[in-house]
């Protein structure tokens, strides 16, 4: 098991509901990544932070909104999502952002309705 | 645009036998590759990273690297069923980005 944990697990979410996933590192590191995996498609980076703050967003739609707290906690706000927006979210963690080794959490295995 | 494929597979191997994955990128100033493992319905786990030309061998693991040519594999020795999964190639580009590009994944098939 890493040392990077996701909540919830799964989630069903209608079109109009309001969600929050949750991401802990208990790793020490100072990065953060929130990923999108779709069925027969690439991880796709979402959001990068690097000591709490956002050092990339890769194009992502405003419906998902993330907060990163501290070093340690990463958020993904999600508001009126599409059914295509249903997919695995993952979040790693890192020491520094860039060459260092990321470190995935289990993910949130989302379904929109 | 970055890009990184692989061949999505499935690859099929009996068990002992060599499991060759190929991962091809295109951008040139690619530093660090590394290759996932990712079970079904898990998250991916690291298995080898290689930074430099040549072999990296790490027991019945050997990751590949050609800068030349820009591709990566990785080769599994005496395969098990336990290897079946799908794996994951990763590239970044030192120098300021702190976007790693993933491939699709090669999924794997070791049968007994």
């Known amino acids: 098991e890493t040392g990077v944990t996701q909540t919830p697990r799964h989630l069903v979410m209608g079109m109009t509901n309001k969600k929050s996933l949750k991401c802990e590192q208990h790793?020490?590191?100072?990065?953060m990544y929130w990923y999108k995996q779709s069925a027969k498609k690439p991880l796709e980076l979402m959001f990068v932070?690097?000591?709490?703050?956002?050092?990339e967003n890769n194009s992502v739609p405003s419906r998902f909104s993330p907060e990163c707290p501290n070093s340690s906690h990463l958020f993904l706000h999600l508001h009126t999502l599409q059914p295509e927006d249903s997919a695995l979210y993952l979040c790693?963690?890192?020491?520094?952002?860039?060459?260092?080794?990321?470190?995935f959490g289990p993910g949130t295995r989302l379904l929109v309705l | 645009q970055k890009e990184v494929e692989q061949n999505s597979g499935p690859l099929s191997v009996p068990e002992g036998a060599i499991a060759s994955l190929n991962c091809t990128y295109s951008?040139?100033?690619?530093?660090?590759f590394f290759w996932y493992r990712q079970y079904s319905g898990k998250s991916p786990e690291l298995i080898m990273s290689?930074?430099?030309?040549g072999d990296k061998e790490d027991g019945r693991f050997t990751a590949q690297l050609n800068k030349a040519s820009q591709y990566v594999s990785l080769l599994i020795r005496d395969s098990q069923p336990s290897d079946s999964a799908t794996y994951l190639c990763?590239?970044?580009?030192?120098?300021?980005?702190?976007?790693?590009?993933f491939g699709r994944g090669t999924s794997l098939i070791v049968h007994p």
């Open positions: 790793l020490g590191h100072n990065a």
């Open positions: 951008d040139r100033g690619s530093q660090s």
């Open positions: 790693a963690s890192s020491q520094e952002p860039g060459q260092e080794t990321q470190y």
């Open positions: 990763a590239v970044l580009v030192s120098g300021g980005s702190y976007i790693p590009t």
């Open positions: 290689i930074y430099s030309n």
């Open positions: 932070y690097n000591f709490k703050e956002q050092t």
